[in-house]
């Protein structure tokens, strides 16, 4: 073996489960900082991941709003907690139910939109930097992982069609 194949200069001397292990050690690492994010987020926003999991749903809606009855098969609580959630975001402004639409539409209120954007917008614009800095390549193979591991993940529990 010459002195540039031991180095691992030539060739890469880690395996491929090695690499995959490296990999899958990275998205755990991962996933545990968005999750500790995520939970610094709750403490200074004052809210359950609920809350949080409601406001990011209702700013994806047109005109930033739902119905309760969207919002309850969203986050796959009842109807009951879905009450007692929306009051809570009524009462600390980051919800509202128009006048003219009754309890049948609750909607996010700017004040929500200001909140979460004072609260996140230092990490999203890390987050953005780390990504635009990828070349294309990279950004194409980020993706197509991380897509893949959605799918992965959402099968674990599927139960296998048979035959008969």
Not at 61 to 87: C, G, K, M, N
Request: hydrophobic residues 40%; charged residues 30%.
């Amino acid at each position: 073996m010459t002195k540039l194949q031991a180095d691992g200069y030539w060739y890469d001397e880690r395996g491929e489960g090695e690499r995959a292990r490296e990999v899958l050690e990275a998205l755990r690492v991962y996933r545990a900082a968005e999750r500790a994010m995520r939970r610094r987020t709750r403490d200074e926003m004052s809210m359950g991941e609920n809350e949080l999991l409601a406001l990011r749903f209702l700013f994806r809606q047109p005109e930033r709003s739902a119905s309760p009855a969207s919002l309850t098969a969203y986050l796959a609580i009842s109807p009951a907690a879905t009450a007692v959630l929306i009051d809570r975001l009524e009462r600390s402004g980051h919800l509202e139910r128009p006048a003219n639409g009754g309890g049948a539409v609750v909607r996010a209120t700017a004040h929500a939109d200001e909140d979460v954007r004072h609260t996140l917008s230092g990490m999203h614009e890390r987050m953005y930097a780390v990504a635009a800095g990828m070349d294309v390549q990279a950004q194409a193979n980020v993706t197509a992982f991380l897509r893949a591991m959605a799918d992965a993940v959402d099968d674990v529990g599927a139960v296998p069609q048979g035959d008969g």
